[in-house]
């Protein structure tokens, strides 16, 4: 299978491909290098599969028709580029909106002309619900939960596109949804909660578990916003990796649908408990310190995983005390590369 990957060099892209050159695939990477540690992932990437791998450097902003040409005969499509933080797209909405909305339409409209017959596979996001301030929660000493879900959030959550992220992203979506029912492109969106795991270098704006993990390992100052009971589903990078492979084998049912995707409410945490996980991996105390919430940020979220379970059999397979134990091992071992992006 042809498989291109855009953003093959953030943190999911480069987990992907690393997955897709294992199985003996050859694979076109298309990223325009901006995120930190994107332009190390890529040298990794070359050195280990040489010929497999095929780079070009894109811009989704305003390269449609390099896209074009390298979507004419591709079997699968990732678009896994994006501006991936709330308090980015607080501090600068237009970029973002350049970046997620625009870049996303731009994709599909590259498939369009090229005339593809490819899968697509949208990464989206949960804050497509936005505060959800009508749902009860209630909390105990170091967590919220929901009163009345048990399963978590399901797709059938009225939408609130709340941040400009969240409006980015949330329309992005949409359009990849429509461009399946007005154009017949075959695709399929995720949902995604928090994904976490190796090669992931963290900032204190995105991807928590990650820089929780290597602020804890390298003694950086950490601070929470909000009082730290904030709740999220958790999934390792491998496990939505299997789901994009299973939305692939099933497309005569996952066609043109949108699923939530994250640990479900097996694999929950809130800030405190995993600051409590890394003291206990660690063996000492960690000390932060607390600051304001972020515009947007959801008290809980945990996804319902059901229709994807449903359509696929696909489950998560890696519980959060084995995926963060890996990731304190991958952190610990990659001091060099960490320092050399500046991370810490």
């Not at 003996?24 to 010929?51: F, H, P, T, W």
């Not at 994904?195 to 929780?212: H, L, R, S, T």
């Not at 492979?245 to 497309?251: C, N, R, W």
Request: proline fraction near 2%; aromatic fraction near 12%.
């Amino acid at each position: 299978m042809k498989q291109v990957v855009v953003g093959g060099c953030g943190f999911i892209g480069y987990n992907l491909c690393l997955n897709l050159l294992e199985q003996g695939n050859e694979i076109i990477v298309l990223d325009n290098l901006s995120r930190k540690g994107s332009a190390r992932n890529l040298v990794s990437l070359q050195e280990q599969y040489k010929s497999l791998v095929k780079f070009d450097q894109c811009d989704i902003r305003h390269d449609i028709q390099l896209m074009s040409g390298h979507f004419a005969n591709a079997d699968v499509i990732y678009q896994l580029a994006g501006q991936v933080a709330v308090t980015t797209s607080v501090v600068d909405p237009r970029q973002d909106f350049e970046i997620n909305a625009r870049g996303t339409f731009n994709v599909l409209e590259a498939m369009r002309a090229s005339h593809s017959k490819a899968i697509l596979i949208y990464a989206s996001t949960n804050k497509v619900y936005g505060g959800m301030e009508e749902i009860r929660i209630a909390s105990n000493e170091t967590a919220y939960y929901y009163q009345d879900y048990p399963n978590g959030i399901s797709e059938g959550q009225q939408l609130d596109f709340h941040s400009p992220y969240g409006c980015s992203k949330g329309a992005a979506e949409q359009y990849v949804r429509d461009y399946s029912r007005i154009y017949d492109l075959r695709t399929i969106c995720f949902r995604q909660s928090c994904i976490y795991g190796p090669n992931q270098f963290g900032i204190e704006d995105q991807g928590w578990v990650a820089w929780f993990t290597i602020a804890a390992c390298y003694n950086k100052q950490i601070y929470i916003y909000g009082d730290g009971k904030q709740v999220r589903d958790v999934l390792h990078v491998n496990d939505l990796i299997d789901a994009y492979q299973l939305g692939i084998s099933h497309i005569a049912k996952t066609n043109g649908q949108i699923y939530n995707i994250g640990g479900g409410p097996s694999n929950v945490s809130s800030l405190l408990r995993l600051l409590g996980m890394l003291e206990k991996n660690l063996d000492r105390k960690i000390p932060y310190k607390f600051s304001d919430w972020r515009p947007g940020d959801q008290a809980v979220y945990i996804s319902d995983i059901t229709k994807f379970t449903t359509a696929t059999g696909w489950r998560p397979r890696i519980s959060f005390e084995q995926g963060l134990h890996s990731l304190i091992e991958w952190t610990r071992a990659n001091h060099e590369a960490l320092q050399s992006v500046g991370i810490i």
